[in-house]
């Protein structure tokens, strides 16, 4: 009688257990934009949170940022500051974005630039918690424009860069001129100087 007493103890333990909501994870998170300049040298990767909120999503430390074309991958050292919200954001870019006046402060700055392959690639979050894969066609390297998609879905859109971190901090990367434009507007001064004849 006392084992079978115990027994049901046990299982009426393990199954209030099982049913509690976890309340310490990672596995919410969502690539929602992707961005790289032509060059690979500005990049940012941007995480997007559902809109209910489910539990504790700031434990990131230990986890990976990994792409498969050249073979880069990231771990997370420490985790988020404080709980997510729902639809919050968390940024990860690489050096060259953090050198940037004026955009949103990373929440992860990566090791190098050109993290990812601006000729397609496929960047996956948590082993496999969540993947998104863009060929070189559907990447914008315009400077201007990024790849975005909504909680959920895998399909890309193209919109204005708009990196969001986890502060709540918005902004745009504005793309630097060309030579072309540097060197039109280096000889807008000479023209003006020129005597007519």
Same mark, same amino acid.
């Given at each position: 009688m006392r084992n079978r007493v115990r027994a *049901? +103890?046990?299982a009426g333990v393990l199954v209030g257990l099982w049913a509690l909501p976890a309340r310490a994870s990672f596995h919410e998170w969502r690539v929602s934009e992707v961005y790289s300049n @032509? *060059? *690979?040298t500005v990049q940012f990767i941007e995480f997007l949170q559902p809109s209910s909120e489910f539990d504790d999503e700031r434990f990131l430390a230990g986890q990976t940022l990994t792409e498969s074309a050249l073979g880069h991958s990231f771990s997370f050292a420490s985790n988020l500051p404080s709980t997510p919200g729902a639809n919050s954001h968390f940024l990860v870019a690489t050096p060259g974005y953090a050198a940037l006046a004026g955009v949103p402060q990373a929440d992860?700055?990566?090791p190098a630039n050109n993290f990812f392959s601006t000729a397609g690639d496929t960047i996956t979050f948590a082993s496999f918690v969540d993947t998104a894969t863009f060929t070189g066609a559907q990447l914008p390297t315009n400077g201007v424009n990024s790849l975005n998609r909504d909680y959920g879905v895998s399909a890309f859109? +193209? @919109?204005r860069n708009s990196p969001t971190n986890f502060a709540g901090q918005t902004g745009s990367v504005v793309p630097e001129p060309s030579a072309a434009a540097l060197a039109l507007l280096g000889l807008v001064p000479l023209l003006r100087r020129r005597p007519r004849s």
């Open positions: *049901g +103890v046990v @032509a *060059g *690979g992860y700055v990566l859109t +193209v @919109a």
